[in-house]
Structure formats: structure tokens, C-alpha cells
């Protein structure tokens, strides 16, 4: 909220204070070398910063309004979303037009992600829906229009090309402050599950690395697993506290879970096993 980012190493010393942006942060994300930091800020603008330095590599004003979210499309080339309703993709090699512009959503962009392979990017917005794009289609690939009120946030699965599930079928979630969540087949635009178990707004998703199961959260604290494959519910549990955020550790038999204020902020890891 302060406008500054922090790097810090594995020993907990503060290697870089990168401090370019005049308002809050929003988003941040290392390239896939690991040499570049992007940053998103309220002062409508994304930063790529050279964490060899600690130093902005270039600035990109592309947007009218605030910066919600960036994704690196590959290691220079990256989309960023906007309250001003719009898409931009940006390179490190052109830094001074977008490579395109997605514009179709009429309401502020939430956020955005790129598949694994990086050849679609994915949106949500207050408009209540999803879309997948592709770099050099001006009109959206599909338009996901089953969600009552705004989505919040999406995700993909790591499955499909690029992915280390590269024989699973590629699926994007989607969730929602209707208290759903849903899932996506990426080729025909089809909902293939309607998660509706939560009764709450759902502020996060997140896929196990084998791509089977995703766990969601929502205010109240409830944090639920499900079947990728048939949508039903595997495991369930209820914190003290609203959840805005989820993430599997790597070999996927714990789910950490970010709580709110009423639990001092904090994170409950669980124990999956199936």
C-alpha cells in the first residue's frame, strides 16, 4: 500500500527496496528467468525492474487508470489489466506502443493470466464475465457469460501444452463474488462445473500441481477441494476468519490458507491426503 516493493533473499535480508511507483501495488511477478520483476500500480502505470540492480528497466503508462493486475506472457513480454476496461500487451523491446490492445469488457479488469503455453490469455472483470484472447485476434475467443456478479479472479490449470501435465486437458476457473466457481473447457467456452457449495463471496482459486483438484476460499472462512474431473466436493474446512488467498505446496499435500484480520492475518496450512 505504501508504493514500495521489497526482495528479499532466503536468509531474510533485504536486498532491494524498489521504490518507482507513487501508489499502492497491486500485483507483482518474477519472469520465468527469475532477472525480472513486474510490478502493478494504482498510479496507472507497470514497472519491469532489473533485480540485478534493484533498478526500473522501463516504465509502461499504456493505461488511464489504475493497474489491478500484470502476467508475463514469456521472459520480456507481459499483459497488464486496468479500471479503464481495457487489456495491454507490452515488450521489453518496443517500449513505447502496447503490441495490442483487448478491448470488450465494460466494466474494470480484475485480472488476467496466461495459459502455459502462453498463446491465450485469459481475463475477468466487474462485468460479471471471462474471456480468452490470443495475440494478433482483435475479438475475444470466447465470451464466459454464466456468472451472476462480478469475478474476481481466474486461474489456469497446469495441464495442456507448456504445462508438467502436458497429456491433461487444459481448464480455467473462475470465481466469483455469486459465490461460485467455475470450470471452463478452454475449446468450446463450455462451463463444464458449477462449484456452488460456498455462500460467500470466493476471492481464490487455486489448482493442485497435478492439475485434479482445485481449492477455493470465500469470506467466512470456508475453504473447500474439489474433483477436477466431476466437480464434487473432497474436503472442506471453516477458519475463524474470511480466506483471500490459497496455495498448494509443491509435491500437493498441504493447502496453505490466508486469513483476515480477525485471526491476526493469518495463514492455516492443512493437510491433504488423499
Known amino acids: ?87 495491454k500487451v507490452c515488450s521489453l523491446t518496443d517500449e513505447v506502443q502496447p503490441i495490442q490492445s483487448f478491448l470488450g469488457h465494460k466494466d474494470e479488469v480484475n485480472a488476467i493470466k496466461w495459459d502455459p503455453s502462453g498463446n491465450i490469455l485469459a481475463s475477468c472483470s466487474d462485468d460479471t464475465t471471462a474471456k480468452l484472447w490470443a495475440l ?57 462445473h458449477s462449484l456452488n457449495r460456498h455462500d460467500k463471496k470466493v476471492y481464490t482459486v487455486a489448482f493442485s500441481p497435478g492439475g485434479d483438484y482445485i481449492a477455493s476460499g470465500s469470506l467466512g472462512g470456508q475453504l473447500y477441494v474439489w474433483s477436477v474431473k466431476d466437480g464434487s466436493i473432497v474436503r472442506s474446512f471453516r477458519g475463524g476468519s474470511d480466506i483471500f488467498e490459497v496455495a498448494w505446496n509443491a509435491s500437493g499435500n498441504r493447502i496453505a490458507a490466508c486469513g483476515g484480520a480477525s485471526e491476526g492475518h493469518a495463514v492455516t496450512v492443512i493437510d491433504f491426503r488423499m
Open 136 to 192: 494478433g485476434q482483435p475479438k475475444c475467443l470466447h465470451d464466459l457469460r454464466e456468472h451472476g456478479k462480478e469475478i474476481y479472479t481466474i486461474r489456469w490449470s497446469p495441464t495442456g501444452t507448456g504445462s508438467p501435465n502436458p497429456n491433461k486437458k487444459l481448464v480455467l476457473a473462475s470465481a466469483s463474488f455469486d459465490s461460485m466457481v467455475k470450470l471452463w473447457d478452454v475449446e468450446t467456452g463450455a462451463c463444464t
Open 1 to 87: 500500500m505504501d508504493g514500495v516493493a521489497r526482495i528479499w533473499n532466503k536468509q531474510g535480508e533485504l536486498k532491494h527496496t524498489l521504490a518507482a511507483h507513487t501508489e499502492s501495488i497491486f500485483s507483482l511477478h518474477f519472469n520465468c528467468t527469475g532477472e525480472l520483476l513486474l510490478t502493478g500500480s494504482y498510479d496507472n502505470s507497470a514497472i519491469a525492474w532489473d533485480l540485478a540492480t534493484g533498478k526500473p528497466k522501463h516504465q509502461f503508462e499504456v493505461h488511464s487508470a489504475q493497474v489491478l493486475d500484470v502476467d508475463w506472457k514469456d521472459a520480456t513480454t507481459f499483459a497488464s489489466c486496468s479500471t479503464d476496461k481495457s487489456i
